[in-house]
């Protein structure tokens, strides 16, 4: 089965800085997608951005970009120019691209990111 | 674009009463999914429909929870009878159909038995 770890309970991060949030999985499957999902205090899972395994270039939307690793299993969230807006709990998730294997998607236990003055 | 749409918001009942949760889809999606989120056990998928089947319930804890979607715009989680332990945070999702597609989440709902 997939694991996901998120190594970091809690990050805190000035306005206006940058921000790295770690996640590494477990899998010996070779084709899978990766997500990382923000979900503020309104307890709305948002998805922040997405990135295919078969794909080399990282995923970018914004402010938000990603560090994928595919042989150290590792996917990290870089959020540049952080905004106030940006406090919430930050969780990455796996879901298997291979046919016949459970389509559901295999959340960390998220990081809790704090915004600071 | 009206999102995925789940009610009650809220829902405080006590122990041994039916609690029915539903969900309304995002239209056109095809897929559809049940979370429950808890401090101990993080975010588990308990069921999952696509195009009104269910395709995968292994994440239903026991006989005591069902799921049914009787049509694409709308679903059901029901727990009879509640019990305490049962007190978590219950999302609702849905997606197009393909592994890559994001899943949609609503606002959930905080369920406590009493």
């Known amino acids: 089965a997939q694991t996901v770890t998120q190594s970091q309970p809690e990050m805190s991060v000035q306005e206006a800085e940058t921000v790295t949030l770690s996640c590494t999985y477990d899998?010996?499957?070779?084709?899978?997608?990766l997500f990382w999902y923000k979900q503020p205090p309104s307890r709305q899972m948002i998805l922040v951005i997405r990135?295919?395994?078969?794909?080399?270039q990282n995923a970018t939307e914004n402010r938000f970009s990603v560090n994928f690793q595919k042989a150290a299993k590792s996917f990290s969230l870089k959020i540049s120019d952080s905004q106030l807006g940006d406090a919430a709990m930050y969780f990455c998730?796996?879901?298997?691209?291979?046919?016949?294997?459970?389509?559901?998607?295999?959340f960390g236990t998220g990081t809790r990111l704090q915004v600071t003055l | 674009d009206a999102g995925v749409i789940q009610s009650p918001r809220h829902e405080v009942t006590e122990m041994g009463q039916e609690v029915t949760l539903r969900c309304k889809p995002i239209?056109?999606?095809?897929?559809l999914f049940w979370y429950r989120q808890t401090m101990m056990r993080g975010l588990e998928l308990l069921i999952y429909?696509?195009?009104?089947?269910?395709?995968?319930d292994s994440g239903m804890p026991e006989d005591r929870f069902s799921a049914k979607m009787p049509n694409a715009s709308f679903s059901t989680l029901k727990i009879q009878p509640s019990e305490p332990r049962d007190s978590a945070v219950y999302f609702c999702?849905?997606?197009?159909?393909?592994?890559?597609?994001?899943?949609?989440f609503g606002d959930g709902t905080r369920l406590s038995i009493l």
């Open positions: 999702a849905s997606s197009l159909k393909g592994r890559y597609q994001p899943q949609h």
């Open positions: 899998t010996s499957e070779s084709d899978y997608y």
């Open positions: 990135q295919e395994a078969y794909k080399q």
């Open positions: 998730a796996y879901r298997s691209a291979e046919a016949g294997t459970a389509s559901k998607l295999t």
């Open positions: 239209s056109g999606h095809n897929s």
């Open positions: 429909f696509n195009n009104n089947v269910p395709i995968d």
